[in-house]
């Protein structure tokens, strides 16, 4: 069974940046897709940024320009550069498979991300 350790959130000024980390139990060099998931508060989880095993990206509207999604396939990890933060980015954080984009692993503990304005 794969696990998914995220690290790196805390708590941020509006503006600021974080950046997130996803270690991952197994090897992501021939997943498909890994993303990076957020739920808010009342909210359902969301995706929000992926990468696929050819580097390629996407990104939810709501963060694109600021956030930006990389991965280190030797080191099995997957980082969410999160830049110009909004008080509207405040979630927890998840890493999952984002083949179909709802994840396919159990999911990890996440990250708290608190953006203040």
């Known amino acids: 069974q794969v696990q998914l350790v995220e690290s790196g959130g805390g708590l941020a000024q509006a503006g600021g940046s974080l950046r997130l980390s996803c270690a991952v139990s197994?090897?992501?060099?021939?997943?498909?897709?890994m993303g990076w998931y957020r739920q808010a508060p009342g909210k359902q989880r969301e995706l929000v940024a992926l990468?696929?095993?050819?580097?390629?990206?996407w990104y939810a509207a709501s963060v694109k320009g600021r956030f930006t999604i990389s991965r280190d396939t030797a080191k099995n990890t997957v980082y969410l550069q999160m830049n110009s933060l909004k008080p509207e980015d405040t979630a927890v954080y998840y890493c999952?498979?984002?083949?179909?984009?709802?994840?396919?692993?159990?999911w990890g503990q996440g990250t708290q991300v608190t953006v203040s304005s």
């Open positions: 197994g090897s992501i060099f021939s997943i498909s897709a």
């Open positions: 990468i696929t095993n050819g580097d390629g990206t």
């Open positions: 999952n498979d984002a083949t179909n984009g709802r994840g396919r692993w159990a």
